[in-house]
């Protein structure tokens, strides 16, 4: 059985119907409010097409002066883009018009496209996300937003049952271009039923596509491609992030800028250990492998950009490379995305494993107020730092185990 | 010769005898007869008697074999009035225009110009919306189709019961038999651009839409000439080039998905609406008061058709309901109570509805129906209902037989026409049965084909991954 070598790397054509453009890695340094710099360092399968492209190290070198953008920033483009793009695109959801979203993701689109396009709702999930996907099943392309992933549970049976599985039982008559997006996880301070992730949840099921950005740039890339894709997809976005910064690259600017749909991205290359996350917690891992290089643990970050269709190729190619693993999310740790890439790489890569792959994930109890006890129930990025160091076998001293 | 000639044939040669002892005693008195006196009135009177005999015995027809071209003598309006009264008095055909056709028949299946009215079985009762007239308009034609559709649909519904039981269908089996002139009056109202969206009894509903026998029973036995390739089964038929959007399983989540599809009219400005069914049971649902909400607000071309059959599952409506008017259940949205046994009634409220719906938006129709069959195969129906009642609601209301007996009463047909047509639908159903026997079963392959409609070469997986993995195109 082969696994292909994920070229995650730098020319990566997508042939599709749309215009995408061609992916890029990320150079450059990725400012954040805290202050961390992403690898500098060219990929290793890479090196040798470097050189051939002096047209992209020229845009290295404007990497400094690269615009910046919020995510909140880079989804609204998004949207305004693809709204003028297609006509059959619309945003329906609670306070996505007047209030100008509740997130401001949708601020200014009541303005620029009316109310037959940017359609607010009563707080009735169950009744919109259905008409949304009726109104898919009729050839239109809706974004249906939750407030937060949470109020999805109240119409999960028409993101699963009306949407996902329609072209499967249609047997490919009834296909559903719709997106369903907004917030996921946890915010700060939220309480128990504010604050779950559904990436495992949505991640289980056939039909669907679930992606999860970090960077504004997946966030830009990542929801035109969605909004293109002609089945339903889960766009899984982060709270905290949507007023973070993140340089942006001309392509990205671009209208018909946007990224493969399952395909992870290797944040920074490594060579002793594979640390995978998504959303927020790729920034806790990019902080975790800058202490963790101090140690002389050289750690590779992957973003996995899709929770559904998991990349599993460069998941695998990465752990041959290194040869260990930690897996890192902020949900709920049984039957999470952690389990499934751990199943994935012992399936698929055991006799390269040196070390048990480590999990790190949400405690396993709903999530508590107290800010302390937040801070307990979410991971930090000391809990990274602590699973690579066992996964590599450092001296850490062990905890009795419960 | 004699032997065929019928009893009363042969009774008559008794009379015949004595006509001739008659008109011998007659006769021999004619020889004596004094012509001065009027004896000759009775000569004349037996002699006619004993001709007009002769010619009744030879001359009549002993079997009924009335072809429709055939007939001579048309019966007069009167006798199509004494018939009416003769049945269940739900028939009043007001006026044939037809009676000029009475002299000159023609072919029922292609008479489309005589209008014929129709009054429906009861008024409608509105709320919020004043209902429409009784009347309802029709031609010969229309008749005709109405029978044969719903001849086809319930024979396929009977069949497919049998299969079942045969175990050739597997899983769940919804049959719609009863409710038939549901579908049929909703079509005869509607074009193929409005879309219907139902719930799991779908199968005439399918073939209403223009599906095919074969297609129907193809799909409920899982093979590869079905309508969704054998992949969907009983309850997700689909024909989405005739705007029929399924076939779905959750109760209520169709009631959404139709509101999203009269969205879809509206926002491109289509003249169209969508018909959302859905069952008394499903009528207590809140997303469905949720879509209807937005439906309002907006004013969607949408229709809500509650067809009340009166049990969901196993639950009376009663018991389920505080309040089991649905057409009334939607408050600020008119709503029409309607006979749904009558295909006219439904005809009639369809119509109806399509002009408010694309004019002020959404509507409730409360379509009052009945199913023979339990709520499903594994439900024989009858512990939470009488075998009485399902008898009587067969003989007072059957769909079927009310079209049949408007056909007798326009005089558009024969019993042994409708009969022939019965056994032709009966024969298209066995021949489809055949065919989709013949069908193969789905390739293996196709487990992974239709999960995406673009899949990026993504990997899937079978039970056992090692064994199994395919590429989703």
């Given at each position: 059985m082969a696994i292909g070598v994920a070229s995650f790397n730098l020319l990566q054509p997508v042939i599709g119907n749309y215009f995408c453009l061609i992916d890029e890695n990320m150079w450059g340094i990725i400012r954040q409010n805290v202050g961390v710099t992403g690898g500098l360092s060219s990929q290793g399968l890479g090196n040798h097409m470097m050189r051939l492209r002096p047209v992209a190290s020229a845009m290295r070198n404007y990497s400094s002066a690269t615009k910046e953008m919020t995510v909140r920033d880079a989804l609204n483009s998004a949207l305004d883009e693809e709204m003028a793009a297609d006509p059959n695109v619309f945003v329906m959801g609670e306070e996505v018009g007047e209030y100008q979203g509740a997130y401001k993701i949708t601020k200014g689109l009541l303005d620029k496209y009316g109310p037959e396009r940017v359609v607010d709702t009563p707080i009735t999930e169950a009744g919109f996300a259905g008409i949304g996907v009726g109104a898919a099943y009729h050839g239109l392309r809706p974004v249906i937003e939750f407030m937060t992933f949470n109020f999805s549970m109240q119409a999960i049976d028409h993101v699963i049952n009306s949407a996902a599985k329609s072209n499967y039982m249609s047997a490919g008559q009834i296909n559903v271009p719709i997106v369903f997006r907004g917030p996921n996880g946890p915010a700060a301070g939220v309480g128990a039923q504010h604050s779950q992730c559904y990436g495992a949840w949505y991640g289980s099921v056939p039909g669907l596509k679930v992606l999860v950005p970090y960077s504004s740039e997946d966030a830009r890339g990542l929801l035109k491609a969605a909004i293109r894709d002609p089945d339903p997809v889960v766009f899984l976005e982060n709270e905290l992030l949507y007023g973070e910064s993140f340089p942006v690259s001309a392509e990205s600017l671009d209208s018909s800028f946007c990224l493969p749909i399952g395909k992870a991205k290797i944040e920074r290359e490594g060579k002793d250990i594979t640390i995978t996350a998504f959303s927020k917690m790729v920034g806790y891992a990019l902080k975790a492998a800058e202490i963790l290089e101090k140690d002389g643990i050289n750690a590779e970050v992957i973003n996995l950009r899709s929770i559904r269709p998991l990349d599993r190729a460069t998941i695998n190619a990465s752990v041959r490379k290194t040869n260990r693993l930690v897996t890192v999310e902020e949900g709920f740790p049984q039957h999470g995305i952690g389990a499934e890439i751990c199943a994935s790489v012992v399936e698929d890569s055991f006799g390269y494993l040196d070390a048990p792959v480590e999990r790190i994930a949400?405690?396993?109890?709903?999530?508590?107020?107290?800010a302390n006890l937040e801070r307990m129930a979410f991971p930090q990025i000391e809990d990274i730092v602590r699973a690579a160091k066992r996964a590599c076998y450092r001296s850490v001293p062990m905890s009795a185990t419960a | 010769m004699w032997k065929h000639l019928p009893l009363w044939k042969l009774l008559s040669t008794v009379e015949l005898s004595t006509s001739i002892t008659k008109s011998k005693a007659i006769f021999s008195s004619a020889l004596n007869?004094?012509?001065?006196?009027?004896?000759y009135i009775k000569f004349f009177s037996s002699g006619l008697y004993f001709i007009i005999l002769f010619l009744f015995l030879f001359f009549s027809d002993p079997s009924p074999n009335l072809t429709f071209q055939s007939l001579q003598q048309p019966k007069t309006t009167t006798d199509a009035m004494a018939l009416a009264r003769r049945?269940?008095?739900?028939?009043?055909?007001?006026?044939?225009?037809s009676s000029s056709s009475l002299l000159q028949r023609r072919p029922f299946s292609t008479d489309d110009t005589t209008t014929i009215t129709v009054e429906t079985s009861v008024p409608f009762t509105g709320h919020n919306c004043d209902p429409p007239s009784r009347s309802v308009d029709t031609t010969p034609k229309e008749l005709m189709t109405f029978f044969t559709d719903m001849a086809f649909m319930r024979r396929m519904e009977i069949a497919a019961d049998s299969l079942y039981k045969s175990k050739l269908i597997r899983g769940f089996c919804h049959l719609y038999d009863g409710q038939e002139a549901v579908s049929i009056g909703m079509e005869a109202a509607i074009t193929k651009k409005d879309c219907i969206i139902t719930a799991y009894r779908d199968h005439c509903i399918f073939l209403g839409r223009g599906g095919t026998l074969l297609e129907s029973f193809a799909e409920l036995m899982g093979?590869?000439?079905?309508?969704s390739r054998g992949k969907g089964g009983s309850m997700h038929f689909y024909k989405k080039d005739a705007c029929f959007f399924g076939g779905h399983g959750i109760v209520g989540a169709q009631v959404p998905l139709g509101c999203g599809l009269a969205f879809a009219q509206k926002y491109r400005k289509e003249d169209h609406v969508t018909f959302t069914m859905y069952g008394d049971g499903a009528a207590n649902q809140g997303q469905l008061f949720e879509a209807l909400n937005m439906a309002a607000l907006w004013d969607l071309p949408a229709i809500l058709v509650c067809e009340?059959?009166?049990?969901g599952m196993g639950t009376a409506e009663w018991r389920a309901a505080k309040s089991p008017a649905y057409y009334k259940r939607g408050d600020y949205v008119p709503g029409l109570k309607v006979d749904g046994m009558d295909a006219f009634a439904v005809k009639q409220a369809c119509k109806f509805a399509k002009e408010h719906a694309l004019k002020n938006g959404p509507i409730i129709l409360e379509m009052d129906t009945y199913r023979y069959h339990g709520h499903s195969m594994s439900d024989p129906g009858s512990t939470y209902r009488t075998r009485d009642e399902i008898s009587g609601v067969r003989q007072e209301r059957d769909p079927i037989e009310r079209i049949r007996k408007l056909i007798f009463a326009h005089d558009l047909a024969t019993e042994k026409e409708l009969k022939d047509i019965e056994k032709q639908a009966r024969k298209e159903v066995d021949e489809a049965i055949a065919q989709a026997k013949e069908s193969p079963m789905p390739d293996e392959s196709e487990l992974f084909t239709n999960v995406y409609r673009k899949g990026y070469g993504v990997e899937s997986f079978g039970t056992d991954r090692k064994e199994l993995r395919a590429t989703l195109p």
């Open positions: 949400g405690a396993d109890v709903p999530t508590p107020y107290a | 007869f004094d012509y001065s006196k009027p004896h049945s269940s008095g739900l028939l009043k055909p007001l006026s044939t225009a093979r590869q000439a079905g309508c009340n059959n009166h049990y």
